[in-house]
């Protein structure tokens, strides 16, 4: 499969096509708006999520419900789109220069973006540098989370660390660990912590500062063998580390023990194998990943979030047209974006799994798909 998204954050809409998604496979319209929801709440967000409403318009590649294996497209209208529509006109038209922004925000694409595109205002990069074209992706990781609902795969977010704030190291995950998580305002398991990252929050915002923070990842009943030992660019842990470090504002990327591996013993990092009617293990230090490939655990991958450059008590830069020292330029932005990102990085993650699920098992049906999966499956059985 492949995707193409285009669009800006101020301009009319958002669009998204995937090519190569199987064709019968029952898609919930509602399940994927909730998605699109998802990635607008959060303790920290700006005024825009008050604006912003995202609603998936489906376009084409869906019938009756169903996927048809032709390309899906679809559309997210941009709901501010009318108080921009002069100064994101796409036709030529007279306007005053003056709304030319010319001061880059240090920490982000303003900079090296003007210059890699040869223009004079940073509008002409910032809008489509920013995370609201994470919308689409939403979107589109929430079609794959349909069509890997099929073979029981699920796949969680959880904030672990917000501005040095940690959450409780969790061993043993109950029954109602993510539907705890889900309804935390900043997604964390302990409520005493949300209290105290939410006071760091309101502490930053009066400040006119930014908060970063680390989101874990958690992908379940994976099958071994997706990815592949054989080839660099096959190898499913880079894949999904490229992909994650794809999202705006991620700057490192950890699969299981991830750095701390670095510090440790191998008798402490490597999981012991077990059989049982099955291959396991005890433990999951490699975070569901070994050679490049699924073994069968739980998949478990983090990412660092950068606090979002753009302050409301900004930064000192240089001006691109008269060199002079200025102070940033300001956007609507929020305080902290991190638990959204965390929804994100779930639909990121569902279009990484969908992609080598259908390559492994590959198929131009559903139907066809899980009957490669069924014999995929009696074949682990006799191994």
């Not at 995707?3 to 998604?21: M, Q, R, T, V």
């Not at 969680?156 to 309804?183: P, Y």
């Not at 400040?207 to 379940?220: A, F, W």
């Not at 330029?329 to 779930?346: F, M, N, Q, T």
Request: proline share 3%.
């Amino acid at each position: 499969m492949r995707f193409l998204n285009a669009g800006e954050s101020h301009g009319k809409c958002l669009i998204g096509i995937i090519e190569g998604f199987p064709s019968n496979v029952e898609i919930n319209v509602d399940r994927i708006n909730k998605e699109l929801e998802r990635r607008q709440k959060g303790y920290g967000r700006g005024k825009r999520m008050s604006i912003e409403k995202d609603k998936i318009e489906i376009t084409s590649g869906i019938r009756f419900g169903k996927t048809l294996g032709s390309p899906i497209s679809f559309t997210i209208k941009n709901k501010d789109w009318e108080n921009w529509k002069i100064s994101m006109a796409s036709q030529k038209i007279l306007h005053d220069d003056d709304i030319k922004i010319t001061q880059p925000r240090p920490g982000h694409s303003d900079l090296p973006g003007i210059i890699k595109f040869n223009q004079d205002d940073i509008r002409n990069i910032l809008e489509r540098a920013s995370a609201r074209e994470t919308a689409s992706r939403t979107a589109i990781g929430a079609l794959c989370k349909e069509f890997l609902r099929n073979f029981d795969i699920e796949i969680h977010n959880r904030v672990i660390n917000i501005g040095g704030v940690e959450d409780l190291k969790i061993a043993e995950k109950g029954s109602d660990f993510w539907t705890k998580i889900q309804k935390s305002e900043v997604s964390v398991y302990d409520s005493e912590k949300e209290k105290e990252i939410k006071n760091l929050i309101n502490e930053a915002k009066k400040e006119g500062d930014t908060l970063g923070g680390v989101i874990e990842v958690t992908i379940s009943n994976v099958p071994v063998g997706l990815g592949s030992h054989a080839f660099y660019d096959k190898k499913i842990d880079g894949i999904l580390a490229q992909n994650f470090m794809s999202l705006q504002a991620v700057k490192g990327v950890e699969v299981g023990d991830g750095f701390s591996c670095g510090s440790k013993k191998g008798s402490d990092v490597h999981d012991e194998i077990y059989f049982s009617d099955k291959y396991y293990r005890k433990t999951n230090h490699a975070g569901g990943v070994e050679g490049g490939m699924t073994n069968g655990e739980d998949m478990v991958i983090k990412a660092a979030i950068k606090p979002i450059p753009t302050l409301m008590k900004p930064l000192k830069t240089i001006d691109i047209k008269t060199k002079e020292t200025k102070d940033a330029s300001k956007e609507r932005s929020d305080v902290c974006a991190v638990p959204a990102a965390g929804v994100v990085l779930e639909n990121i993650a569902a279009w990484v799994i969908a992609n080598e699920f259908v390559k492994k098992f590959g198929g131009d049906s559903l139907e066809e798909i899980k009957s490669n999966y069924e014999n995929y499956k009696s074949y682990i059985k006799e191994r």
